[in-house]
T-cell receptor, first 112, second 117 residues
Framework: DGGITQSPKYLFRKEGQNVTLSCEQNLNHDAMYWYRQDPGQGLRLIYY???????QKGDIAEGYSVSREKKESFPLTVTSAQKNPTAFYLC???????????FGPGTRLTVT | GDSVTQMEGPVTLSEEAFLTINCTYTATGYPSLFWYVQYPGEGLQLLLKATKADDKGSNKGFEATYRKETTSFHLEKGSVQVSDSAVYFC????????????????FGQGTILTVHP
């Protein structure tokens, strides 16, 4: 089955720790995206990558970092500099940036 | 910049009622328009899309028509079911945008739909 996987589904961390969220796709898509979802605010773009070894900041990149060393993988690191990291994080991919995006099941991160 | 405005929720309906969720947009180019659905605790699923004016997207009984003259993409369903209870997001992508906006999806804030038996 082709799709996007995110792991883990739930993640708990203490304040001050960096944490990395996994996103893998086997759809052979070139473009990948990370979004943050907070209640009542819709989705906001954190980072995106149109090709391997290249990525761009989205609207709320501060306190986050990414890498794109392989086409199928786009991990997101939430650093200790992110002031409000508790949220639902969604990864997406698309054939290229001109096409519709397909989403993974999400990771709910709780930082206390 | 681009923006999407959705009808505020929550929307509560009885089973078999008619559904409309309004969506209007602002874009500088000629965007593609999408409706996504999110069930509790899950990611977003693409429900339907339209890529040019007067296109009608449809899927699972849901429909939406791309109206350039009113900059709208309202979601409709003739007879809702309890299983349609979810959050619905309208979104746009401007394939003609340049720079860092290329391929970016702009979302509305989402509309919660609850359908009662």
């Amino acid at each position: 089955d082709g799709g996007i996987t995110q792991s883990p589904k739930y993640l708990f961390r203490k304040e001050g720790q960096n944490v990395t969220l996994s996103c893998e796709q086997n759809l052979n898509h070139d473009a990948m995206y990370w979004y943050r979802q907070d209640p009542g605010q819709g989705l906001r773009l954190i980072y995106y990558s149109q090709i391997v070894n290249d990525f761009q900041k989205g609207d709320i990149a501060e306190g986050y970092s990414v890498s794109r060393e392989k086409k199928e993988s786009f991990p997101l690191t939430v650093t200790s500099a992110q002031k409000n990291p508790t949220a639902f994080y969604l990864c997406a991919s698309s054939m290229d940036s001109a096409y519709e995006q397909y989403f993974g099941p999400g990771t709910r991160l709780t930082v206390t | 910049g681009d923006s999407v405005t959705q009808m505020e929720g929550p929307v509560t309906l009885s089973e078999e009622a008619f559904l409309t969720i309004n969506c209007t947009y602002t874009a500088t180019g000629y965007p593609s328009l999408f409706w996504y659905v999110q069930y509790p605790g899950e990611g977003l699923q693409l429900l339907l899309k339209a890529t040019k004016a007067d296109d009608k997207g449809s899927n699972k009984g849901f429909e939406a028509t791309y109206r350039k003259e009113t900059t709208s993409f309202h979601l409709e369903k003739g007879s809702v079911q309890v299983s349609d209870s979810a959050v619905y997001f309208c979104a746009l992508s401007d394939p003609n945008a340049g720079g860092t906006s290329y391929g970016k999806l702009t979302f509305g804030q989402g509309t919660i739909l609850t359908v009662h038996p």
